[in-house]
Nanobody, 130 residues
Framework: QVQLVESGGDSVQAGGSLTLSCTSSLYLFTCMGWFRQAPGKEREGVGSLYVGADKTDYADSVKGRFTISRDNARKTMYLQMNSLKPEDTAVYYC?????????????????????????WGQGTQVTVSS
């Protein structure tokens, strides 16, 4: 059974940077995603990665500030987060899916994210103070 383990969460001040890691116990799946959930809010899709083509997609709220990358040898996906804002405060999760949609990985939120991505990590807390 696959395990996804996130790390790198921390408390930072606004404008700072963090890099989150997601390591798979097996391999990087066809589609990998980063999600976040703030207290009282639904889970939000942050970004997705189609591993085969190294194709990424980002939510508008993080576009230009967050970057997804990967290291196949380390079975690890990264989320580089720059220019962090207090509204980025959330628990960040990585997720995986063995299938894509014609070379595209879904960037979804809420309940649908659980359907599209069957494998999830335990999450890592990111707190951004003003």
């Amino acid at each position: 059974q696959v395990q996804l383990v996130e790390s790198g969460g921390d408390s930072v001040q606004a404008g700072g940077s963090l890099t989150l890691s997601c390591t798979s116990s097996l391999y990087l799946f066809t589609c990998m995603g980063w999600f976040r959930q703030a207290p009282g809010k639904e889970r939000e899709g942050v970004g997705s990665l189609y591993v085969g083509a190294d194709k990424t997609d980002y939510a508008d709220s993080v576009k230009g500030r967050f970057t997804i990358s990967r290291d196949n040898a380390r079975k690890t996906m990264y989320l580089q987060m720059n220019s962090l804002k207090p509204e980025d405060t959330a628990v960040y999760y990585c997720a995986a899916n063995g299938h894509s949609y014609g070379g595209t990985c879904p960037l979804v939120s809420g309940v649908r994210s659980s359907y599209e991505y069957p494998y999830w990590g335990q999450g890592t807390q990111v707190t951004v103070s003003s």
